[in-house]
């Protein structure tokens, strides 16, 4: 049998040897190019059995994508054998995944009488770092950073044995051969302790900021219960509103600390450990500036043996566990670049001496109407492939701008990198060559093609253009929207025409106009646009992503209000100075560009109900005007008053139809006026726009008989839009897709640009052929 899927370096062969042995058969198993084969041979029950067990106890970190099964003559072998790779022709040049520590690990790390008590790297073929460790494939101990550290006779026998949970484990280590830890002040020198994890702790419940070498990086630790400690965190970081993840021992503590359902509590202990956003309880322990100003927390569980043991006693409940950076900067992995970063901000640095090779940010996600969905898709998710429906020559698309990922296929795979950060200087994008290089040796892609945004100013557009120019290949250029949906029709293999619903920050339209409230009539290689929010001023362009009181005032105006009225600038928090200026810059076409984005009309909304005029980071005005409606019903259309209009449009000459945001606005003034409560007001205006969008794709269905419709876009992480939106549409008769394994924000961009890419080009070949 042929076994494809992600089976190479998870343990799978040692899993496939005791299974044989188990049920008495012989043969062997050898990697192969694309997969593991393997060779059994005995009684025909007993291969009934090895062939179920193969599917429903394989290892944890596998998975199994097909098995191909062919009957062979008997070849009358006498045990069962693992065979060298080479044997089967090329070894996959795959890297698996990073992997929480497992639980057979866990006990060994606790119990006194092991020979690894207590040793922060323990692991084995179940568990431990894989991506970030590795440097190059194949996946051998000596392409990665465990190259320095040669295995005591312990460890070895470990690792040559085929019955043994460490068979072939290549991170495999204990405290006579592997990698040991050192606790060191922001100079160097090194802090006096018997055991430096206890001086950790001891340090950290006293309310010390500590920076922890992990497994992807650098983490700012600091105990999470006490607001003082967290205050000098942000002070230090300047950084006030951005939410700051939490750790905490189990899932007994993380219950304690939010309600917790039962697919969330499934999430956060998957083996990628992500963090979690779950509902924080009220009566909860974290202080209140770990996520100022909105009704959740991102929580995760311990994923190193390290952070096990910071939580072995008592003294530590929670923990502030933030990527260690300065803003948007990539995370430090770096001993000397770590103390240089941070010496300003960590009181002492608790390191190590096994190099990260792979700077891998935590992992982000919520339960989204029922269902897990990636925010940030880096540790444990990377880099894993994600299907494509149709096959892709090698290529590059190079994603976005902010939340930069970029992605490279072949054949019915994409693989994305880790989440790089915002593209906007040169730190950015050497992490994003580095990140580049390593994923294209790792998975020997070389690509022919070049995807990037249609935008012309993005770095990454230009850095695509000067790429490809320098190596001779062709480029594509990506509407952004159309990418959100593309990448969403291809998670569910749909490849015939949807409606797709791009609800979204800011993107490059086909008019050079920003886009981001849009209703797409969509294939995967093409798209025309039925309907869009009315267009509105963006005043002082990027600064209005900044400062929401600017898109507050660029909506009221085009609304007809007087935006100099003392009324609408108490409204906003506004002076009438800067509402003049503002107006002036509208009135004469400059510094004012036209926007559809619905994201943009969220931040606006949230200015005027919330008086958020600044934000500390992205889309958290729009956070924050989720969380205030967090415990009202969810009715969709009961939103009266607040209806937003549909106007014009006509699909036989391709005149996209405008939905207008006048009488909503009208709507939320006068309630606010009447003193109607905000978090009514904030239902009400979730429920409008909802109702909106599936009055538009009623008529979208009229004029084009589709009945599918495609959710995409960075407004699909809001769950409580994400929820009428869904309901509204399946009250109607539709059948709604989302995103599962690539975000449905610009973190999976780079796939939509892949999958637009490879459907364009699949197309020039077979019209080529005919
Ligand atoms: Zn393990
Ligand atoms: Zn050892
Ligand atoms: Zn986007």
Not at 6 to 20: K, T
Not at 551 to 558: D, I, K, P, Q, T
Not at 675 to 696: D, E, L, M, N, W
């Amino acid at each position: 049998m042929h076994v494809r899927g992600v089976v190479q370096g998870v343990g799978f062969r040692p899993f496939v040897y005791r299974l044989a042995l188990e049920e008495g058969l012989t043969g062997f198993i050898g990697n192969s190019t694309d997969g593991v084969t393997i060779e059994v041979e005995g009684p025909s029950a007993s291969l009934d059995s090895f062939l179920a067990r193969l599917r429903s106890e394989a290892p944890p970190l596998s998975r199994i994508d097909s098995i191909a099964v062919r009957e062979v003559a008997p070849a009358n072998d006498t045990g069962f054998r693992i065979v060298a790779s080479e044997v089967l022709g090329r070894v996959s040049t795959g890297i698996p995944a990073d992997a929480a520590t497992c639980p057979d690990c866990l006990r060994e790390l606790l119990s006194p009488a092991d020979r690894r008590f207590r040793y922060p790297f323990l692991n084995c073929t179940n568990c431990g770092p894989r991506f970030t460790i590795t440097r190059r494939i194949p996946y051998d101990r000596p392409q990665t950073s465990m190259a320095r550290f040669k295995m005591c006779p312990a460890c070895q026998a470990e690792y040559d044995d085929p019955a043994n949970r460490r068979f072939h484990a290549q991170p495999n280590a204990c405290w006579d051969c592997g990698p040991q830890l050192s606790l060191v002040a922001a100079d160097g020198a090194a802090i006096p302790a018997t055991d430096v994890v206890d001086t950790t702790i001891t340090r950290l419940a006293a309310g010390e900021i500590l920076a922890i070498k992990g497994i992807g990086g650098f983490h700012l630790g600091v105990d999470a219960t006490n607001e003082a400690a967290v205050m000098r965190l942000r002070r230090r970081k300047h950084r006030y509103g951005k939410p700051l993840a939490v750790m905490v021992r189990d899932l007994e503590a993380a219950r304690a600390i939010c309600d917790l359902s039962e697919v969330e509590e499934k999430l956060l202990t998957t083996p990628a450990r992500p963090i979690v956003l779950g509902r924080r309880r009220p009566d909860c322990a974290i202080a209140e500036s770990v996520a100022p100003g909105i009704p959740w927390l991102g929580l995760f569980l311990p994923y190193a043996p390290l952070h096990h043991l910071l939580f072995a006693d008592s003294r530590l409940q929670a923990l502030v566990m933030t990527s260690a950076n300065l803003s948007e900067e990539p995370i430090a992995i770096d001993n000397e670049e770590a103390r240089a970063r941070l010496g300003a901000i960590a009181d002492a640095f608790l390191m190590h001496n096994r190099e990260i090779l792979q700077r891998c940010d935590d992992s982000v996600t919520a339960i989204v109407d029922g269902a897990p969905q990636l925010i940030r898709r880096a540790r444990g998710f990377v880099p894993l492939g994600v299907q494509l429906p149709l096959d892709s020559p090698p290529l590059l698309a190079v994603g976005g701008h902010l939340k930069n990922v970029f992605a490279l296929a072949r054949g019915r795979f994409v693989y994305q990198s880790q989440h790089l950060g915002d593209l906007e200087n040169l730190t950015g994008l050497n992490f994003f060559r580095e990140s580049l290089d390593h994923l294209m040796r790792t998975f020997e892609i070389v690509p022919e093609t070049v995807v990037h945004d249609l935008h012309p100013g993005y770095l990454s557009t230009e850095w695509a253009k000067e790429w490809a120019r320098e190596r001779g290949l062709p480029l594509i250029a990506v509407q952004h929207h159309h990418a959100h949906v593309a990448g969403c029709m291809a998670e569910h293999g749909l490849e015939s025409e949807v409606i797709g619903l791009s609800l979204d920050g800011t993107g490059y339209g086909l008019d050079r106009r920003i886009w981001g409230g849009e209703v797409l009539v969509s294939t995967l290689s093409g798209f025309a646009r039925f309907a869009h929010l009315d267009y509105v001023p963006m005043p002082g362009g990027e600064a209005a992503i900044r400062e929401p009181w600017r898109m507050a005032l660029g909506h009221l105006n085009h609304a007809g209000f007087d935006v100099e009225s003392q009324g609408i600038l108490n409204l906003v928090g506004a002076k009438q100075s800067q509402a003049r200026v503002l107006r002036r810059m509208i009135e004469r076409q400059v510094n004012a560009p036209l926007t559809s984005s619905c994201g943009r009309l969220f931040d606006a909304v949230a200015a005027v109900i919330l008086q958020r005029t600044e934000v500390d980071y992205e889309a958290q005005a729009a956070i924050e005007l989720e969380g205030l409606a967090v415990d009202e019903p969810y009715e969709i259309g009961a939103a009266s008053g607040y209806e937003m209009e549909l106007i014009g449009g006509n699909w036989s000459t391709r005149d996209a139809m405008k939905i207008s945001a006048g009488q909503l606005w009208r709507g939320i003034l006068e309630d606010l006026r009447a003193g109607v409560a905000k978090p009514r007001i904030a239902a009400q205006f979730h429920a409008a726009v909802a109702s909106a969008f599936v009055r538009t794709v009623v008529q979208a269905r009229s004029a084009t008989g589709i009945e599918q419709v495609a959710l995409s876009g960075g407004c699909m992480h809001n769950r409580r839009l994400v929820r009428l939106l869904r309901e509204g549409l399946e009250s109607e008769g539709f059948e709604v897709f989302q995103h599962r394994s690539v975000s449905p924000g610009d973190g999976g961009l780079s796939y939509g640009q892949a999958v637009v890419a490879a459907a364009i080009l699949s197309k020039q070949n077979s019209q080529a052929v005919v």
